[in-house]
């Protein structure tokens, strides 16, 4: 186990090194750079070309390629993550306010999804070819096809215009001072966003307790005469979950960066919409900070992964 922990901590290094490259190259050839986001169309047709060389030169735009990417590896290095070059705002203050709303949404639309997507997964492989195998199979189809806006905004018309149930969107108040005050503003968009994801856990989950079913461990424990339910419950989704926690494991990290739709139509403060704005403002120091976040959280999850997977299935050694 210590080894395995150690061989998969120095693989850390090249795996971010190569992916926080791809991402600054992908900046790179992105037409235009942040001084057209800061300056604007009008703004850059009255400044002269000593006027923008010299703005470019400020922000540290005209050096080279190269040049750029390891002076942001050296400040990431000594703890430094620079500052928005649209803003002048500190990035770490920036991600600070913003990485908590978006852990918050992740983390209850991953409860959601999980909870929902594993109970409807069982039902279904419990009662494969009936009545409710067939209309779940029906409904996880038509989740998975519908667009996670389109079902954000049916669910504000419905929830928040027409019956005034929930806020239209936001995460809190200035009077608001605990999770229990911004309870009715985390609702809406966690249950979108969990709801969105439910139909791909329980496809996944059903086909996961049918194949645990149709081994011989599950005959061997009918055999013995134990209830049909802890046949079911006990052998035979245990057996289920290490496939089911594989997906659930990853579907975290891409939480983080992959809720930027959801908080747009919620106007929901965190790290996705900030990381669409820097995107689009050529904020570079900003995105790869970001995306930083996001390689590291897809490789500590690929990690925990394992460590469940070997937790829930005895057959599964780390080595």
Do not use: C
């Amino acid at each position: 186990m210590i080894a395995y922990t150690l061989r998969r901590f120095l693989a850390l290094a090249p795996m971010m090194l190569l992916m926080t490259f791809l991402v600054f190259l992908g900046l790179e050839l992105t037409p235009g750079d942040a001084v057209s986001f800061i300056a604007g169309p009008e703004a850059m047709a009255n400044m002269d070309g000593s006027q923008l060389a010299a703005l470019r030169e400020s922000l540290g735009l005209d050096d080279p390629f190269l040049a750029r990417y390891f002076r942001w590896l050296g400040g990431v290095l000594r703890g430094d993550f620079g500052y928005s070059l649209t803003s002048g705002v500190p990035i770490a203050r920036i991600v600070a306010e913003r990485l908590p709303a978006t852990l918050e949404l992740s983390a209850a639309a991953l409860l959601v999804s999980t909870l929902l997507g594993s109970a409807l997964g069982l039902a279904s492989a419990l009662n494969r070819g009936k009545a409710l195998d067939q209309a779940l199979t029906v409904a996880g189809m038509i989740g998975v096809s519908v667009p996670e806006f389109f079902f954000g905004l049916v669910s504000i018309l419905v929830f928040s215009i027409e019956l005034k149930w929930l806020p239209v969107g936001g995460r809190t108040r200035p009077e608001y001072l605990g999770l229990w005050d911004r309870l009715p503003h985390l609702v809406l968009p966690a249950l979108v966003l969990g709801v969105s994801m439910t139909a791909g856990v329980m496809r996944y989950a059903r086909a996961s307790m049918l194949d645990a079913l149709g081994k011989d461990f599950m005959r061997t424990a009918r055999s013995k005469g134990l209830p049909e339910a802890r046949v079911d419950l006990v052998h035979g989704f245990r057996a289920a979950l290490a496939p089911i926690a594989v997906l659930i494991g990853f579907r975290l990290p891409m939480l983080i960066g992959g809720s930027v739709v959801i908080e747009q139509i919620f106007q929901w403060p965190g790290v996705g919409s900030e990381f669409l704005a820097a995107v689009r403002g050529q904020n570079y120091p900003l995105v790869m900070t970001i995306a930083l976040l996001s390689v590291l959280a897809v490789l500590a999850a690929s990690f925990l992964v394992d460590l469940a997977t070997a937790a829930l299935d005895p057959r599964v050694k780390l080595s």
